[in-house]
């Protein structure tokens, strides 16, 4: 089943059948499930970062594992061993937003499994041709051709038409 904003729910990840203090069960821990959601919002956040690479996957999912982990699942696009590479990467950069990120696991085509801030993340991509394929790969129009325009980057002198101005017609 699908939940909100593309996850899917396990059995006991809704609150209504989740094991813990809230239904009545003593040893649920508040302060945990705050890590669990915060490294996701960290892993999300990087992934919302990378334009380029979330428009290559289709079907982007997530859901909550067994044991605090979370399992995100794409379609295309990426190997799995490139969107881990890209999250430590991202979310391990030097700053004040750093938080622990590293390899939990061997990273290859298909899955990858990594600890963020002691959450395990599982990443399993579906029919992944990579990111070189995807920057090789002809379209009818990329954002960063429409930026770089025939002349070269915007403001560098010539006016010709532009990627943008050739699809709306202008």
């Given at each position: 089943m699908r939940g909100l904003r593309g996850g899917r729910?396990?059995?006991?990840a809704s609150p209504a059948t989740a094991y813990g203090p809230q239904n009545g069960h003593d040893d649920g821990d508040a302060r945990s499930d705050g890590?669990?959601?915060?490294?996701?919002?960290?892993?999300?956040g990087a992934l919302s970062g990378e334009a380029e690479t979330l428009e290559a996957c289709r079907d982007?999912?997530?859901?909550?594992?067994?044991?605090?982990?979370?399992?995100?699942?794409?379609?295309?696009g990426p190997y799995a061993a490139e969107v881990a590479a890209l999250l430590l990467d991202r979310i391990g950069a030097p700053g004040p937003d750093a938080a622990p990120a590293t390899p939990a696991g061997p990273a290859g085509t298909s899955t990858a499994m990594l600890d963020?801030?002691?959450?395990?993340f599982v990443l399993r991509a579906i029919d992944p041709f990579g990111?070189?394929?995807l920057r090789t790969r002809p379209g009818l129009w990329r954002l960063s051709a429409a930026l770089a325009g025939?002349?070269?980057p915007v403001g560098a002198g010539g006016r010709s038409r532009r990627h943008w101005e050739e699809l709306l017609g202008g």
């Open positions: 729910d396990e059995p006991g890590r669990r959601y915060e490294a996701l919002g960290r892993v999300m982007l999912t997530w859901w909550r594992g067994t044991e605090h982990s979370w399992h995100i699942e794409w379609r295309d963020v801030m002691g959450v395990t990111m070189e394929r025939p002349a070269g």
